[in-house]
Structure formats: C-alpha cells, structure tokens
C-alpha cells in the first residue's frame, strides 16, 4: 500500500495539527480521469459514447469539490473572526445542512449537525460554526469522526466552558446499497465540558434541538 504525501491523509483523524495542510497529492488529474476511464470500462460501458466522453473530467471535479475540506484550515475560513465578549449562556446553530461522503463507499451522507457553545469570555462569528461544519463534512468520513472533529475544533478554538454537537445524518450506502434501509438515521453526538458534565445543560440543549424550528 502507498501511503499519501499528504499527512492529513494519513494521521490520526482526531488530532487537529494537520488542519492547515495544503500540499497538493502526487497524482495528476490526468491520471485521476484514466482511472475513472478504466472504472467505466469495469462496469461494461463505452466511454467514448457521447455522453460518457466527458465523464472522467465531471467526475474527478465532482470528487474534488466533495473533498475540498482537505485542502481548507479552520485558521483560512475563521477569518479571525472570534470576539472577546462577556456572554455566557448557550449559543446554539441549528439545522445545518450536511453533505458529506462515507469513506467506505464514496457514497453520500446528507443529514443536520446542531452546534451548541457555552461562551467563556470569547465568542464566535455564527457562519463560521457552519464553515467548521462545512470544511469536514467536505472529506471522506465516518459519521463519528465527523461530529467529534466538529466538537474538538470549536472547544480547541474557544476554550468555552462546553460544546455540543448533534449530528442526524442519513448514508445511502444503507439505502441505495447493502442492507437497503430507506428512511433509516443514525444520529451521533459529541458532549465536552458542561455539557458532558451537567445532565440539565445537556437536556437544555436536546430540547432546544427537538423542537419544531420556526424557519425552514
Ligand atoms: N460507524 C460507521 N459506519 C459506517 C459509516 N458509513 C458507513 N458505515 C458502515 O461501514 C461498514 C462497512 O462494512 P463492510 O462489511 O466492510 O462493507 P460492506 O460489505 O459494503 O457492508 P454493507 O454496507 O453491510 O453491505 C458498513 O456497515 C456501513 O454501514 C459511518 O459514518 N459510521
Ligand atoms: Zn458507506
């Protein structure tokens, strides 16, 4: 097995120094569209027939955008954006679209992460908790590693007294393949500081997520 150039490829996925890494992998996208070639050949299709000529090109660049996250730092997309500010009750985000790719199959995980944070003298710009989400949903994941890299990030960057994440999440590799179970979810949380700590915080933040949004 070749293992990748790059260490964020490599590393352990719960530790976070390999966040700003911005090598370029080793492979051409030539190459990346020859082996997308020889994957439609595999399958018993022509790719020269007209609408598969450009398949390779769509596909590599459709994987490539699914995986940007690689290729982004959380220091890049905070853009400085956290405030010294004297608040301490829960900040919540709610309903944040997930599109994400499994990394058994390449197949796509859709689903919400809730993002909740009890401040501790420094706040941050909301978009930028969906950014967070955003910057690892965009990689191939594991719907656990997911919410905790999520977690992790924001308690690393804001040192709060607390952070929760939901994420509900839904993998077509269970529906559209293998066991075939439409409409199944799985849901995984992350707990740190109050929120693993005092039971009525943590119900505070189930409660506020169990209820019907007022938009959307
Ligand atoms: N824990 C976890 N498992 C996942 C996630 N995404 C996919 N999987 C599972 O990864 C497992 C891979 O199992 P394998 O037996 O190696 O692969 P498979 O033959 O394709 O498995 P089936 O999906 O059962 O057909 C499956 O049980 C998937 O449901 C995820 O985010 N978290
Ligand atoms: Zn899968």
Redesign the pocket.
């Known amino acids: 097995m070749t293992l990748s150039t790059r260490p964020d490829l490599n590393s352990n996925p719960q530790d976070l120094s390999f966040i700003s890494t911005q090598q370029q992998p080793k492979v051409t996208e030539a190459e990346m569209m020859q082996a997308v070639r020889k994957l439609l050949i595999g399958l018993g299709e022509n790719p020269d027939r007209e609408g598969l000529q450009n398949t390779p090109k769509r596909v590599v660049k459709a994987l490539q955008f699914l995986t940007k996250g690689y290729h982004e730092s959380l220091d890049e997309l905070l853009n400085g954006a956290v405030f010294t500010e004297n608040a301490n009750e829960m900040v919540l985000v709610r309903d944040i679209d997930i599109f994400?790719s499994?990394?058994?199959?390449i197949?796509p995980?859709i689903g919400r992460a809730h993002v909740a944070y009890i401040p501790n003298g420094k706040v941050i710009g909301l978009s930028k908790i969906a950014r967070i989400c955003e910057m690892y949903a965009r990689r191939l994941?594991?719907?656990?590693?997911?919410t905790v890299q999520i977690a992790d990030a924001l308690q690393g960057l804001l040192k709060p007294h607390g952070v929760a994440v939901v994420v509900e999440?839904t993998?077509m590799?269970?529906v559209m393949?293998?066991?075939q179970k439409p409409g199944s979810w799985?849901v995984?949380s992350a707990m740190r500081g109050v929120f693993s700590e005092d039971a009525r915080t943590r119900e505070e933040f189930m409660n506020l997520i169990r209820h019907k949004a007022y938009f959307g």
């Open positions: 994400s499994c990394e058994h199959h197949l995980i994941q594991v719907q656990e590693r997911l999440a993998h590799c269970m393949r293998g066991v799985t995984t």
